[in-house]
């Protein structure tokens, strides 16, 4: 059981580059997220979606775009990369038990 | 609003040391409660989570909470860490059938061998 699946694992991308955090679980859990972690700091809610073709802004959404077409797959998409989106990313799914994350995405934008 | 606190930022114990953390949260109904930890480099994951019944609740790797209804908290304890706790822990808080969770900000253990 392979839970929640990120790639890539890390990326460097210069300013005003796009690019897709992937992020498919295997659990069937209808919850899905999006969050960005910065260090020292806590998380930060980017999307979040409660099933398929649902999904809602969290905290933190804008330079971000989620599309959610199946209960597996959740991706993340930045457009116009800018350095203030320099963190960790975490994909995670939840069911009544709590949430499972992914082991993060680390971005770099230079 | 829901909110989640976490009053420790970092706390710095030595091996043997007994540990408790602070959550408190702000819903007044029913909630499902959960400590999380971040491990250095890791992801987040499940140290254990209460939902109704006994209001002691143990996890994994000898981790204990209390759920106190009146006070509005959640606490962690261990009655003697070990370096390897060295972590991140969260709490987090959700209403029944909600969307998604709280999480506080995170308190930062570091454990001296």
């Known amino acids: 059981n392979a839970g929640v699946t990120q790639t890539p694992k890390f990326r460097i991308l210069k300013i005003g580059q796009s690019m897709t955090l992937q992020c498919t679980q295997d659990m069937n859990h209808n919850y899905m997220y999006w969050y960005r972690q910065d260090p020292g700091m806590g998380l930060k809610l980017i999307y979040y979606?409660?099933?398929?073709?649902?999904?809602d802004k969290g905290e933190v959404p804008n330079g971000y775009n989620v599309s959610r077409s199946t209960t597996e797959d959740f991706p993340l998409r930045l457009e116009l990369a800018a350095p203030s989106q320099t963190s960790v990313y975490f994909c995670?799914?939840?069911?009544?038990?709590?949430?499972?994350f992914g082991s993060g995405t680390r971005l770099t934008v230079v | 609003a829901q909110s989640v606190s976490q009053h420790n930022h970092h706390v710095i114990l030595s091996e043997a040391a007994s540990l408790e953390l602070g959550c408190n949260y702000s819903?007044?109904?029913?909630?499902?409660l959960f400590w999380y930890v971040q491990y250095p480099g890791q992801h987040l994951q499940l140290l254990l989570k209460y939902f109704s019944g006994d209001p002691l609740v143990k996890g994994i790797k000898g981790f204990e909470a209390e759920f106190i209804k009146s006070k509005f908290s959640f606490n962690l304890r261990k009655p003697s860490v070990q370096w390897s706790d060295t972590a991140e822990y969260f709490c987090a808080v959700n209403q029944p059938n909600a969307g998604k969770s709280t999480f506080g900000d995170g308190t930062t253990l570091t454990v001296k061998p």
């Open positions: 979606s409660v099933g398929a073709g649902i999904t």
């Open positions: 995670a799914s939840r069911n009544r038990d709590g949430y499972t």
């Open positions: 819903y007044g109904g029913t909630v499902n």
